[in-house]
């Protein structure tokens, strides 16, 4: 194998592989790397529920940008597109904190960061972004 992509950038295969291979990072980073306390820290409500002054409710931003950072890392190592990598960093942001807020569900909130997925795997497709 030479690289993350086997065939030209603007084949159906290829957008497929840069789909799956977004869905992997997404999946590596929102569990075993996403832990507990930034899973914990990036929600404000449940910080404010545990009162611990261990981890006050001003830790949630930092934490929240850590994990999108992760998340933007992720989509720049695949899609080698700085624009894509901001723009899951923004996407995953809002996303996010509307779980937090209660405004989504867990799947709800899965469904919408794969469908981002599958948008940027549609710009590599049609030669928007790069890949």
Known sequence: MSGLLETPPHQLFAAFQVF???CIG???MDFPLQG???AT??????LKKLADPARPEEIWL???GAHC???AGAVWAVTGSFILAA?????HWAIDVAKCSGRTNFHQDQILHYLCKLAYAGLVFLGLATA
């Open 62 to 64: 930092w934490c929240m």
């Open 36 to 38: 507990e306390y930034i």
């Open 41 to 46: 820290g990036k929600n404000w409500r449940l």
């Open 69 to 71: 950072f992760m998340h």
């Open 87 to 91: 723009t899951e960093f923004v996407i």
């Open 26 to 28: 997404h999946a590596i």
């Open 20 to 22: 799956f291979a977004l």
